[in-house]
């Protein structure tokens, strides 16, 4: 039985991430309506702890899990490792004897326990003391009804991290930072508010530059290595680059006598197309952006890998392309529209983002629903593109480790 994780980011104030939150269902259908909660649970232990590595999905964060009533108060929570994990209670357990002497226990074990969802019930008062995370809905409570919970609560809330969920936009995440919230969790990262047109930033510009010029139908060699020539650090990348390069296919390295232009046609079209995506799309990344270029990866790799192996029309390259810039709006807080007419991309990558259409489009959807845990779209976007469902779960588990890799 194919098993399917999905990850959420959590972060701080300062946008870094810091955990990540793990859903696992044993299938595709949307939340499973006849699976208990403990078997899900039990599953991605399984899963996650005892059979995949933990670092193939959260790399050196920390994984916040949800445990269901009944696993908690049957001591099934303390076989993970508690420097690795937060312990989740979800919002519809019974906050009776039973499970507060388990919470004491695990409190006394040296455990993370967070309150998901917390409902801000004076039956929970006497769990607070144990608990470190308190998770609020933001969309299930209004900002009032937080605000005044914490006002009347301020003296015992004073050690405790608020966790504020399922935030939306930047103006949600500024409210409940200057409330003095510790931690976020939602999609509003990847959905930031253009408020004005803006100009490409130099060192963009100039990467896109060299973007257009790989790109172009006929690669004008020499004036890729001018462009190169004119910026050191592209010249320490490209070389670098290059060596690997050629280390991997003959075992030698012997590029450091080599023109920038020789380099660039030794290279070739896919090599170079593959390094500048890469190149400018770590320059445009910053500490606020950090995520979304991990996501970013993450995309490009699972596009490239699903066309590869399902032997799509599609162009692998241009797939990974695809998902590569498909936060690029959100990175620059500049419409893909501006963005897209000022470098040159394939047809079908232009087609996908701004136009939402084609099968690129498709594995798109596809991914971004795989990342936001819309397990019926998954299923929907998976039969369309006549992918079986463990071909999906294994190249999200493969993308990101390359994603984590990349990066570190």
């Not at 908690?72 to 420097?83: K, N, T």
């Not at 936060?327 to 470098?343: H, K």
């Amino acid at each position: 039985m194919d098993s399917f994780v999905a990850r959420q980011p959590i972060f701080d104030r300062d946008l870094h991430t810091v955990a990540y939150e793990l859903l696992f269902r044993s299938g595709m259908n949307n939340y499973f309506p006849n699976v208990p909660a403990d078997y899900a649970t039990s599953q991605m232990i399984s899963d996650q702890f005892l059979g995949i590595p933990t670092f193939r999905f959260v790399g050196e964060n920390i994984s916040y899990i949800n445990f269901p009533y009944q696993m908690i108060v049957q001591g099934m929570a303390d076989i993970l490792p508690r420097e690795r994990v937060v312990i989740e209670i979800l919002e519809d357990a019974v906050p009776d004897d039973a499970l507060f002497e388990a919470v004491r226990y695990l409190f006394a074990s040296g455990y993370t326990l967070a309150l998901d969802d917390f409902a801000m019930d004076e039956a929970w008062d006497r769990f607070l003391p144990y608990i470190t995370i308190l998770k609020f809905d933001v969309k299930a409570n209004s900002f009032e009804e937080i605000n005044g919970f914490l006002k009347r609560h301020a003296l015992q809330l004073k050690t405790k991290n608020l966790l504020a969920e399922k935030i939306e936009t930047y103006d949600e995440f500024k409210q409940y930072k200057d409330q003095g919230f510790h931690l976020f969790q939602g999609y509003f990262y990847s959905k930031p508010e253009i408020i004005q047109s803006k100009r490409l930033p130099h060192k963009a510009a100039h990467l896109f530059q060299l973007m257009s010029e790989v790109n172009a139908p006929e690669l004008d060699f020499d004036k890729i290595g001018r462009i190169l020539e004119h910026d050191l650090s592209l010249t320490y990348k490209i070389l670098k680059y290059a060596k690997n390069i050629v280390h991997r296919v003959s075992g030698i390295s012997a590029v450091d006598n080599l023109t920038l232009k020789k380099i660039a046609i030794y290279l070739g079209r896919s090599e170079l197309t593959r390094f500048v995506s890469l190149v400018c799309l770590a320059n445009l990344s910053n500490k606020d952006t950090n995520e979304l270029y991990h996501l970013s990866l993450s995309r490009a790799k699972f596009c490239e890998i699903i066309v590869a192996r399902t032997h799509s029309t599609c162009c692998a390259q241009e797939a990974f392309l695809c998902g590569l810039f498909s936060l690029l709006d959100a990175m620059l807080e500049i419409p893909l529209e501006e963005i897209f007419e000022q470098i040159t991309l394939p047809l079908s990558v232009r087609n996908a983002l701004v136009h939402k259409q084609g099968t690129l489009y498709d594995l798109l959807s596809l991914v971004q629903s795989y990342e936001r845990r819309e397990w019926e779209a998954v299923q929907q976007q998976a039969k369309k593109l006549n992918i079986p469902g463990w071909e999906a779960v294994d190249a999200m588990g493969e993308a990101l480790a390359w994603a984590d890799a990349t990066v570190s």
